[in-house]
């Protein structure tokens, strides 16, 4: 898919002040998001006493609150790009605004911290090496591969394979026990004869499918690491596959394939296999739709409405936000076209356009809404039930902050989404049309960072970011190339600003992180620690247990940290209730609430004895009888 160049001199002639001009709201909007930030964090927070009197004691979600930060936020790079464009076409002197936006740039960087971070990181010891590492590193996938592909092709496919197997294959930490039992325990539940609709998927269905296999042949939890390691592998090649496709520079691609193995492999703080929720498997299903927008056809195609409805349905929680932000782009697509209509001066054909709009996408439209009703109908909810949960008691969140790293791709989304309405006419139609849908999915993907700021999960969700940073190098070359068939070296390499200074930037805030995991990576590379002992729960647990209970069956395990699944599963005891394991129900009312209910139904309700938080807290509240104890745990009986 070629772009059709043109109006492209006057950008090669003005690169600098047209750049400068539509980042202009999006630095205003930085600032002023930072000027109101305490009030935005503070607006809709819940009441001290409501916390202190609700909350488990043993959550950390009582300090965490961001008020309705995420809203403001989606509106924010929701119109940073259009209201860039809309700069760009006002009549306003741009070497005013030129010498306005240098400056707000400079503050800016100071403001994220940049050069004061470069700074430390450069007096820090060791750090220069890491450094250096990580250039090596990056230079080498990018160069080897690229010169490679230009002539072996073949061979530079199996490298990129080996290259991919290796780093998705190779464990370099154990597994977090704790988010494994969030994708097992809903397997379990199922396996046992529970309807659906009573299960608690807090991380939809399809993290959760995989895991009824593994659980019905009785396989170790470290069995669900391979599919969630096949995930990853999938993901990265998918993603390289797909940037050959549909970026016009094709060695894009290979750029991207070195930053995700960096940047979405190596510089999480836990290993990415280590958590299923920070996964492929869950986070990265945006590129389905991207990629069936892209082979079939455009945004129209019914595949994608075909893939709307299966996701809604398999993985509701993030496919109902891309099927929103597919809306607004729908709408936006009809806005665009409105306004192409009166910029004209042709007769006003409104009417004439929006049939065309409802004949051309209302049949996605309609599939994705088929989506919502049958999960309300399995469910009998809408959305996951763990959104509304969330979203209801303002939970779990952390305020973003002024020096944190996503800014840096924000601020690429601007530019490219402002770049791409200005200069419209230099893409081919549906190459406008898709990179406008890939900027809604990043878009949407970016929800989950902003009701979950912790700078962990920008790396969680960096596979769009990335997609749209290159997106960003893509427009930038496309229009600096102008009508010539061939791009320069110069060009080149300014087309490419946005990737080494991000690359930079993530380097002065990660090298640590990086050079840790790689670290890791290469000793268990060497050691051949690929797999690590399965020891959860203790041994002789469930003999001391049933010993405690009398072999009774009918137990519920008050015990935290994800322990009760995994006795539920090896003590092969029935989950006697909706919320498993416990910890998936933050609110300390209704935990009581549950354990009373099953007192009343004459079960066992097994602590730990040394749990001084769960006798102080539950106990008291409880109505029981007897109380029986071993010194390792107790059970309380009506």
Not at 51 to 73: F, K, M, Q, R
Not at 78 to 93: I, W
Request: charged fraction near 15%.
């Amino acid at each position: 898919m070629q772009p059709v160049n043109t109006e492209t001199n006057l950008y090669r002639k003005n690169l600098h002040w047209i750049i400068l001009v539509v980042t202009i709201p999006f630095l205003y909007g930085y600032f002023l998001f930072f000027a109101f930030h305490n009030h935005i964090v503070n607006c809709h927070r819940p009441s001290d006493a409501t916390i202190n009197s609700v909350i488990d004691p043993h959550t950390t979600l009582t300090a965490e609150h961001d008020g309705i930060e995420p809203a403001v936020l989606f509106l924010y790079m929701l119109f940073a790009g259009p209201a860039g464009f809309l700069l760009f076409q006002s009549s306003l002197p741009k070497k005013i605004l030129t010498g306005i936006a240098a400056v707000m740039w400079m503050v800016f960087v100071l403001e994220v911290r940049f050069f004061q971070n470069f700074l430390a990181q450069m007096i820090a010891d060791g750090v220069m090496v890491q450094w250096i590492k990580m250039l090596m590193v990056f230079g080498a996938l990018v160069w080897v591969l690229y010169r490679l592909y230009k002539k072996i092709p073949l061979l530079a496919q199996f490298l990129l394979a080996e290259i991919t197997l290796l780093v998705c294959f190779v464990p370099y930490s154990d597994v977090s026990y704790f988010d494994y039992a969030f994708v097992l325990a809903p397997a379990w539940k199922l396996l046992q004869g529970t309807n659906i609709a009573d299960t608690y998927f807090q991380y939809d269905f399809l993290p959760s499918l995989p895991a009824l296999l593994v659980l019905k042949k009785g396989w170790s939890v470290y069995a669900y690491r391979f599919f969630v390691q096949g995930g990853l592998f999938v993901f990265v090649i998918a993603s390289f596959i797909t940037a050959r496709k549909f970026f016009v520079h094709k060695s894009l691609a290979f750029y991207l394939f070195a930053l995700l193995i960096i940047v979405r492999l190596f510089m999480g703080i836990t290993e990415a296999t280590a958590i299923p929720q920070s996964t492929s498997m869950r986070l990265d299903w945006w590129l389905l739709l991207f990629a069936s927008a892209h082979f079939g056809g455009g945004v129209d195609n019914k595949k994608l409405g075909a893939c709307f409805l299966l996701l809604i349905v398999v993985l509701n929680s993030f496919a109902v936000i891309y099927f929103a932000c597919y809306l607004l782009l729908l709408i936006f697509l009809l806005a665009l076209a409105f306004y192409a209509n009166y910029k004209s001066g042709r007769p006003v054909y409104f009417g004439k356009i929006l049939r065309d709009w409802m004949t051309k996408y209302s049949w996605n439209v309609l599939l994705g809404f088929a989506g919502l009703l049958i999960y309300y109908l399995i469910t009998g909810h809408v959305v996951n039930e763990s959104m509304t949960m969330y979203r209801d008691y303002q939970l779990g969140m952390l305020p973003l902050t002024q020096c944190s790293s996503y800014w840096y791709f924000a601020g690429a989304f601007a530019l490219c989404f402002a770049l791409l309405l200005s200069f419209r006419k230099a893409f081919d139609e549906k190459y406008f049309e898709q990179a406008l849908f890939l900027l809604a999915l990043c878009l949407g993907s970016s929800v989950y960072f902003f009701g979950r700021s912790h700078e962990n999960n920008i790396i969680n969700i960096s596979g769009v970011l990335l997609f749209v940073l290159l997106l960003c190098c893509d427009v930038l070359l496309i229009l600096m190339r102008g009508e010539e068939s061939e791009t320069d070296s110069t060009t080149k390499v300014l087309g490419l600003t946005p990737v080494w200074l991000i690359f930079i930037g993530m380097m002065v805030n990660n090298a640590g992180l990086f050079s840790a995991n790689f670290g890791a990576f290469m000793s268990s590379l060497k050691s051949r620690q690929w797999t690590y002992a399965d020891s959860h729960p203790e041994p002789g647990a469930l003999q001391t247990i049933s010993a405690l209970t009398k072999g009774d069956r009918k137990v519920y395990f008050m015990i935290f940290d994800s322990e009760d699944f995994y006795l539920y599963y090896r003590g092969k005891y029935d989950m006697p209730s909706k919320f498993n394991p416990i910890d998936a129900l933050v609110i300390l009312n209704d935990k009581i609430a549950i354990i009373n209910q099953k007192l009343e139904e004459d079960y066992y309700i097994v602590g730990v004895e040394a749990d001084d938080i769960v006798k102080g807290t539950f106990l008291p509240k409880l109505h029981y009888n007897s109380y029986f104890t071993n010194g390792r745990y107790f059970a309380i009986h009506k």
